[in-house]
Structures are given as C-alpha cells and as structure tokens.
C-alpha cells in the first residue's frame, strides 16, 4: 500500500466546466506527480512537486494547473475541461527513504470523462 | 528527447510457457530504468529498478535484466495470475525530480 488516496475516482463532467482532481498521502513525501494515461500514449507526466507551494511542469501540462498547500494533498485542476482532456489520471509519490531512492508509486487512479 | 519502445505490444502464453520482453530506450545518460507491473482498472505496481549495464534482479517467476540499449523482463513457467500489462520506464540523469518516461506497456495474458 503505497498510502496514496485519490478523489474522485470517477467522474463524468461536460466541456467547459472545472474540475480539480485530489491526491492525498499518509508519508508526508516530498516529491509528487500526476500523470495521465491514454491508450497508445502511455503514462505521461503532467506536473509534479518538489514540495510545499513549488510545483513544476511536465511534458502535457497545457490545460492543467496544480496546487500543493500542504504536504500530504496535491491537486490538479482543469479550469475548462475539454473532451481531449478525457483519460485516467495517476497520482504518484516518490519514496526517497532507504535504498529506494528514484522509485514512483502510484495511486489507483482517478477515471475522467468529458462530454 | 527520451524516449521508451517496448515490445511486443501484447503476448498470450500458456502457463508454464516462459518468454521475455523488451524494452528498448533512448536517454541522454541513463539515471534509472524501472519496470512496473498494471493490472486492469488499478494504478502501476512497482517490481524493478536497475541502474547499470549487466545488473539483474529477480522477484519470484520474474527477473530483469539491463544493457546499454535495452532492458527484458524474463517471465520464467508463468502462472494466470501474471496476467496483467508489464510497463517500463527510464529516468534520465541529470535532475533529482525522478521524472519518468515511460513505454506503451506489453498486455501479458497467461492462459491454462
């Protein structure tokens, strides 16, 4: 168990309206990540966190925004959802403590459909 | 650009049939490659990280090896429930953020 939540894990929502995504861990780790996964494109970063209030982008963060206030809660916005925005999105953490120092692990993933 | 190919896209084997995936990768100085294990409807699953050419590492029917070019997963008398998508990953070096790349995954199906 990696002590990952996600919020909501499915949702379903129409273009044009925003929806924010929350992962919450239990470790209190400094590094965190969502990804989107899509057919034939694989798991693909959107953006991550290196810890309170500093955020960086990934590779397809056009259309997203982040927001980390405290540790353990990482939330990712769609401030205008559009139907190409339609996937699953992963949250993940980075355990830097022990012999594992590059791993990710995942949350179970948050479905979002957009008509 | 980073990039991760792995193949083939999808295998179907018996049980007891062993096979190998691969993993190919293009990376600007290799930090980390990692494979995961993904079962339908569920988040990636971490099994392996390997770090330098010739390593290898073993976790029960599975072992991973690495070379300067690519990457197989060994799946040794398979069982069903090792059914599931098998993903790779690199971390390219420098930066300290562990920002994967992954491939597209090969989709294992075990059968009896």
């Known amino acids: 168990d990696a002590g990952i939540t996600q919020s909501p894990r499915h949702k379903v929502t129409e273009t044009g309206t925003p929806v924010t995504l929350r992962c919450h861990q239990t470790?209190?780790?400094?590094?965190m990540y969502w990804y989107r996964q899509d057919p034939g494109h694989g798991l693909r970063l959107i953006h991550y966190?290196?810890?309170?209030?500093?955020?960086d982008k990934g590779e397809v963060s056009d259309g997203y925004s982040v927001s980390r206030s405290k540790t353990e809660d990482f939330l990712l916005t769609l401030e205008s959802a559009t139907s190409s925005q339609t996937s699953v999105y992963f949250c993940?953490?980075?355990?830097?403590?022990?012999?594992?120092?590059?791993?990710?692990?995942f949350g179970e993933g948050s479905r979002l459909t957009v008509l | 650009e980073d990039q991760v190919t792995q193949s083939p896209e999808a295998l179907r084997l018996q049980e007891g049939e062993s096979s190998s995936l691969n993993c190919s990768y293009t990376?600007?100085?290799?930090?980390?490659l990692f494979w995961y294990r993904q079962d339908p409807g569920k988040g990636p699953e971490f099994l392996f990280t390997?770090?330098?050419a010739g390593e290898e590492k073993e976790k029960e029917r599975l072992k991973a090896t690495l070379t300067k070019k690519e990457s197989f997963l060994h799946i040794t008398a398979p069982k069903p429930e090792d059914s599931a998508t098998y993903l790779c990953?690199?971390?390219?070096?420098?930066?300290?953020?562990?920002?994967?790349?992954f491939g597209t995954g090969t989709r294992l199906q075990v059968t009896l």
């Open positions: 966190s290196y810890g309170v209030k500093d955020t």
């Open positions: 990376v600007s100085g290799l930090r980390g």
């Open positions: 390997l770090y330098s």
């Open positions: 470790e209190n780790h400094r590094y």
């Open positions: 993940a953490i980075r355990k830097t403590s022990g012999a594992n120092t590059g791993e990710l692990f």
């Open positions: 990953a690199v971390q390219a070096s420098p930066g300290t953020a562990s920002k994967l790349t």
